[in-house]
């Protein structure tokens, strides 16, 4: 396995850029652009999976409501549309400001105040205010996003975030067929209340129920067993091709990497930053607009938001054990999956109901046979890889999970199955926004 980023108490110095062209004019593929700056800033924190999502949902909707500030007739707001979401217009008044100049200005605002580290983003705003020192709309537009920012703001402090650090905390259960922490660092599980948090456009987290997962039995001629068998196949047998595919989308912040006594921590992108980085791809790709870009932006991280709050929902309902910890009782004591196994139960796949859902609602964006390169994880080592489609790239992210050793056969196509609703939900409740994208 090929150590990516390794940091060993490094201190970041990020580089940031409005990369504006000579006219000083904000255009789409800007947008991209700063939500890469945003997504650094989350792998250097070791954001997890499930709080990136959160981050990137708000992040992007503040950034698209201050766009849509006075075009809603044609990109309308998400106030009354997301769960508990209302913006009031007028708290923010403003007569005249430059909307594109706004729109990236609310998304660094945002970041500011979401990200642990968010005041790296005070660097790209006090460069966009040098640039447009000399702007008449400047001010306006900076109070605009500011006013816009501070009301979703608001909106966040009431989804249950704040609450999860006093509620109980998890205790493994006793019996082999629950979780355990894993190896190598044998970490706490995280986030185990998450499924309790307000969601986005889903009803709640519990609106989509998988099936009891296969139980555990010791039984040879089990299910069960016949799960843990398929795992350490593929991890005697699997081709170079089907490796690649694992490594690809492994995602996993909080690997570590131990070489004797020393361990290195592995700063990699979340999946839910794997797929905005796609969707960036895809926008550039298509030459939308930067209305287009935020509202496809946040269409995709509120979709991605609400799959991983019903994902862990059923993980911690179903609680199963992962397959490290299977296979080793199993088959060989000594095992390890390719990929190292993220701290949290197995049930059902994240990256499967993430990646599912993300593709169905950006296949109704930009259609079947979507074709793009995506090279979101070059930065961390890895060649880029071409796909199809989006829903070629979804099935893909999920059996990367078997051949990587992190997941059991079931937890993947239940996964999948969930993602499938997650996304389809979305896309109903959300047509009259999408068909002003195409």
């Known amino acids: 396995?090929?150590?990516?980023?390794?940091?060993?108490?490094?201190?970041?110095?990020?580089?940031?850029?409005?990369?504006?062209?000579?006219?000083?004019?904000?255009?789409?593929?800007?947008?991209?652009?700063?939500?890469?700056?945003?997504?650094?800033?989350?792998?250097?924190?070791?954001?997890?999976?499930?709080?990136?999502?959160?981050?990137?949902?708000?992040?992007?909707?503040?950034?698209?409501?201050?766009?849509?500030?006075?075009?809603?007739?044609?990109?309308?707001?998400?106030?009354?549309?997301?769960?508990?979401?209302?913006?009031?217009?007028?708290?923010?008044?403003?007569?005249?400001?430059?909307?594109?100049?706004?729109?990236?200005?609310?998304?660094?605002?945002?970041?500011?105040?979401?990200?642990?580290?968010?005041?790296?983003?005070?660097?790209?705003?006090?460069?966009?205010?040098?640039?447009?020192?000399?702007?008449?709309?400047?001010?306006?537009?900076?109070?605009?996003?500011?006013?816009?920012?501070?009301?979703?703001?608001?909106?966040?402090?009431?989804?249950?975030?704040?609450?999860?650090?006093?509620?109980?905390?998890?205790?493994?259960?006793?019996?082999?067929?629950?979780?355990?922490?894993?190896?190598?660092?044998?970490?706490?599980?995280?986030?185990?209340?998450?499924?309790?948090?307000?969601?986005?456009?889903?009803?709640?987290?519990?609106?989509?129920?998988?099936?009891?997962?296969?139980?555990?039995?010791?039984?040879?001629?089990?299910?069960?067993?016949?799960?843990?068998?398929?795992?350490?196949?593929?991890?005697?047998?699997?081709?170079?091709q089907q490796q690649d595919i694992a490594m690809f989308w492994d995602c996993n912040p909080f690997a570590v990497q131990q070489i004797g006594h020393v361990e290195f921590g592995l700063k990699k992108i979340s999946p839910g930053g794997h797929w905005l980085g796609i969707v960036g791809i895809a926008c550039n790709s298509k030459k939308l607009t930067l209305t287009k870009t935020a509202l496809v932006h946040t269409l995709l991280s509120v979709t991605l938001a609400d799959a991983f709050i019903a994902c862990w929902q059923e993980k911690y309902t179903s609680d199963r054990v992962r397959p490290v910890t299977v296979v080793q009782y199993f088959f060989n004591p000594k095992w390890q999956p390719l990929l190292q196994t993220p701290p949290f139960p197995e049930y059902v796949s994240g990256h499967s109901v993430a990646s599912s859902a993300a593709a169905i609602v950006l296949t109704k964006i930009f259609g079947d046979g979507f074709a793009f390169t995506d090279n979101t994880e070059v930065e961390f080592g890895l060649p880029i890889r071409k796909f199809t489609s989006f829903n070629a790239a979804a099935k893909e992210a999920s059996i990367s999970r078997l051949y990587g050793g992190i997941h059991f056969r079931d937890a993947i196509e239940q996964g999948i199955w969930l993602g499938d609703q997650v996304g389809l939900f979305v896309n109903q409740k959300t047509s009259s926004y999408i068909k002003n994208i195409k």
């Open 1 to 240: 396995m090929k150590i990516r980023f390794i940091y060993i108490c490094i201190v970041l110095n990020f580089v940031f850029s409005t990369q504006l062209n000579a006219q000083h004019k904000i255009i789409s593929n800007h947008y991209a652009k700063a939500l890469k700056n945003v997504t650094d800033i989350m792998v250097n924190d070791v954001t997890s999976p499930v709080a990136a999502s959160r981050y990137y949902a708000y992040i992007n909707l503040a950034s698209y409501e201050t766009n849509a500030f006075f075009i809603n007739t044609s990109y309308p707001s998400f106030s009354g549309t997301l769960n508990g979401f209302f913006i009031d217009k007028s708290k923010v008044l403003v007569d005249s400001f430059d909307t594109s100049l706004a729109t990236i200005l609310s998304l660094y605002m945002a970041g500011e105040k979401f990200l642990p580290s968010g005041i790296e983003l005070r660097k790209p705003i006090d460069s966009i205010a040098k640039v447009y020192a000399s702007n008449a709309y400047y001010n306006n537009s900076y109070q605009l996003a500011k006013g816009i920012v501070e009301q979703v703001i608001a909106y966040a402090k009431l989804d249950g975030f704040t609450k999860l650090s006093g509620m109980q905390r998890y205790t493994p259960k006793p019996g082999l067929g629950f979780w355990k922490p894993t190896p190598p660092v044998f970490m706490a599980s995280i986030e185990p209340n998450w499924g309790k948090l307000r969601t986005f456009l889903i009803d709640s987290s519990k609106q989509f129920t998988t099936p009891v997962p296969i139980a555990f039995d010791t039984a040879i001629s089990s299910k069960f067993y016949t799960l843990a068998k398929e795992v350490y196949n593929y991890s005697k047998h699997a081709t170079k």
